[in-house]
């Protein structure tokens, strides 16, 4: 008996001893788990304001990609594009290698992200033409979540989940996505490869070097998929024809990955409004997610649900994991800012993440300081250009006389940042004497330094002297 009870107590002592060490081994594991599996170089002795460098055209819009090799995205560990799809406009499936947030720069539609193993919920019924009594019903489409989509909007899609989109609206939808190829998700090189499910690459060369427009041509265009396979495989498979199989290779269609579709597209759906309702009760509710059901998308842009708010100077609205579990999964966060005429972003550093900062209104002046205290950018920033702010660089964002608006992807799913100037920064945190000794100043002027923008946070309304100068 008492061997008995000294067996059973060591296997309780063996099975929890073997539970600890598999928390404290998942807890070392996870910071190594978020991104560079190699570390990136960031040696950036200036930066510059970027555009997109490679441009190719389909049928019903336009797919840009930005020069990954430029230092600045090779230091971040990223990748970024810009799709613009017309009215009636199928951004055709396609998948990444890479985790990816989006953001709606303009225009709404709806997308759809595939997820293994997850169910068909949407249904469609069809009732036959009968009595009352005797009516039937049989499905007639069954698919994965639709979700509705609008300005302002980020979309979180993990590595490897197949996604298409669509415009039903009456102007273009332009959309930034940002890829972090350096996160562990990522088991390849940190180059960006999209597979096409369907549809085509047809390359367009526009400010590229000799090599690369060579290496292009080489390429030709790029199919999907399923060109790679063998036609009779594919029919076997699918149990199709040889003559449905080969047009699945898309090998004559030059349309390319974005076409139009001439009566709509004709899919079940919930209403905009219904599901807009759902989402907010199920954040309310705080209900568990699961991969099927998780939310991925959360709109940025409404002022209402602003995290910082000055009537004269503008406002800054962040989405971490905490408002977006799923961001965790990915390791991204996002940041939108709107800073009115000549306001000021008071200068910070970010704590754990690069940010890749997109300008989607307006233009302002940015000042990016590196760790050997020299500006490696100081210079505007105008709609449609981008710049990467390396991690613990300081940053200053100031708005042109038409104000300023971005969005920035940041490279941590809680990314942090540190204020140096107003209340609850680090200038701010220090005592009078540490200033004093540090910048050999009077106490006067340590406590102008600490208080004069003692009740603003981040977003400075402009000065007196500013608008004087805006004015002149």
Excluded at 126 to 144: G, K, L, V
Excluded at 375 to 389: H, K, P, T, Y
Aim: aromatic content about 8%; some cysteine.
């Amino acid at each position: 008996m008492a061997h008995s009870i000294f067996f059973s107590l060591a296997l309780c002592f063996l099975v929890l001893c073997h539970w600890s060490v598999a928390q404290q081994q998942q807890q070392q594991q996870q910071p190594s788990q978020r991104r560079f599996r190699q570390q990136s170089e960031c040696l950036i002795p200036s930066m510059s304001a970027l555009e997109p460098n490679r441009r190719i055209e389909a049928e019903a819009g336009v797919t840009e990609y930005w020069d990954e090799n430029h230092d600045q995205f090779d230091c971040a560990g990223v990748a970024a594009t810009r799709h613009t799809i017309q009215p009636r406009g199928l951004l055709l499936p396609s998948f990444a290698n890479a985790p990816r947030l989006i953001y709606i720069v303009q225009g709404l539609g709806i997308t759809g992200a595939i997820f293994p193993g997850c169910p068909e919920s949407f249904q469609s019924v069809q009732q036959s033409q009968q009595s009352e009594e005797s009516r039937s019903q049989r499905f007639r489409d069954q698919h994965q979540k639709i979700r509705h989509f609008r300005e302002g909007d980020i979309v979180a899609l993990p590595a490897g989940v197949a996604h298409w989109c669509y415009n039903d609206g009456e102007t273009p939808v332009v959309a930034v996505s940002v890829l972090d190829t350096s996160s562990f998700a990522n088991q390849l090189d940190q180059n960006l490869r999209r597979f096409h499910i369907a549809g085509t690459e047809l390359y367009e060369q526009q400010q590229e070097s000799e090599s690369l427009r060579s290496r292009r041509q080489e390429q030709g265009r790029k199919q999907n998929i399923f060109s790679g396979f063998d036609v009779n495989t594919l029919a076997e498979a699918f149990g199709v024809s040889r003559e449905t199989a080969r047009k699945l290779q898309n090998e004559d269609d030059q349309r390319g990955n974005i076409v139009n579709v001439e009566n709509g597209l004709q899919v079940v759906r919930p209403p905009r409004r219904e599901e807009d309702e759902e989402q907010q009760q199920r954040s309310l509710n705080g209900l568990e997610e699961t991969v099927c059901s998780s939310r991925l998308m959360e709109n940025i842009a409404d002022p209402t649900r602003a995290d910082v708010y000055n009537p004269q100077g503008g406002r800054i609205s962040s989405l971490n994991s905490q408002k977006l579990p799923v961001l965790n999964f990915i390791q991204l966060s996002a940041e939108r800012g709107v800073l009115y005429r000549n306001a000021l972003m008071a200068p910070h550093w970010n704590l754990n993440a690069h940010s890749v900062v997109y300008a989607t209104r307006g233009n302002g002046r940015i000042q990016i300081v590196g760790n050997h205290g020299r500006a490696v950018f100081d210079s505007e920033l105008r709609e449609g250009q981008m710049v990467v702010i390396p991690q613990a660089f300081a940053v200053v964002k100031q708005a042109g006389n038409e104000g300023f608006e971005w969005v920035a992807f940041k490279t941590n799913d809680n990314a942090m940042t540190s204020p140096i100037v107003g209340k609850a920064s680090a200038i701010r945190a220090m005592p009078e004497d540490v200033l004093m000794n540090s910048f050999r100043i009077s106490r006067e002027e340590a406590r102008r330094l600490k208080y004069n923008r003692g009740q603003e946070t981040v977003v400075f309304a402009p000065s007196s002297r500013t608008q004087g100068r805006a004015a002149a």
